[in-house]
């Protein structure tokens, strides 16, 4: 499972009523005849994080089979017949950047978590057995992602949780905690 994440906020003149309104519009569009290959999204009020100028915002997941099915979710995002409900939203952001993750472990589809952690590990080191016992540590775990060739500002890692994730990282790793809320009609 490959996700598309991408984070965004609105414009200052737009209400976060009104951004997330269009925001779900515009996802419920989409899952009404979704591209080939796209299995669900979601979509979170997010506390600040750097890569959105340190502010709240949103951070919207698109779960897809593999990095072939990006295309297609590419294409329908912005085909002609999803032109209107797309600009609804396009027209009240601000700044956007996009990230692609790979799951690692736990739920493919982690729809429900309340909170992220975004870990980076010291260079140089393998990640694979540190990670394992972070996850094994760790309390509320759901599911673990990594970014796939540093594509998106995002950290190397996050571990995505219910709203009691705690974890403990070995010494030289970066930790950042991003509380969500989901959004739904």
Request: aromatic letters at 10%.
């Amino acid at each position: 499972m490959i996700a598309y994440v991408f984070w965004h906020a609105p414009l200052a003149e737009f209400s976060s009523r009104d951004y997330g309104a269009a925001l779900l519009d515009f996802q419920a569009d989409l899952m009404s005849a979704p591209p080939s290959g796209l299995a669900s999204c979601a979509t979170y009020q997010i506390s600040e994080v750097p890569w959105l100028k340190s502010r709240p915002g949103y951070e919207d997941w698109y779960f897809v089979h593999s990095c072939a099915d990006l295309d297609a979710l590419n294409e329908a995002a912005v085909k002609p017949s999803r032109w209107e409900v797309h600009a609804r939203i396009a027209t009240k952001m601000e700044v956007g950047h996009g990230g692609l993750y790979q799951h690692l472990h736990g739920e493919q589809q982690p729809l429900r978590g309340e909170r992220a952690i975004w870990l980076t590990r010291p260079r140089g080191i393998r990640y694979q057995r540190p990670l394992q016992e972070i996850i094994d540590g760790s309390t509320g775990f759901l599911s673990c992602w990594r970014r796939q060739m540093v594509l998106g500002p995002g950290d190397e890692f996050v571990i995505v949780g219910n709203s009691s994730l705690a974890l403990n990282a070995p010494t030289g790793w970066q930790t950042r905690s991003v509380e969500r809320t989901v959004l739904a009609h």
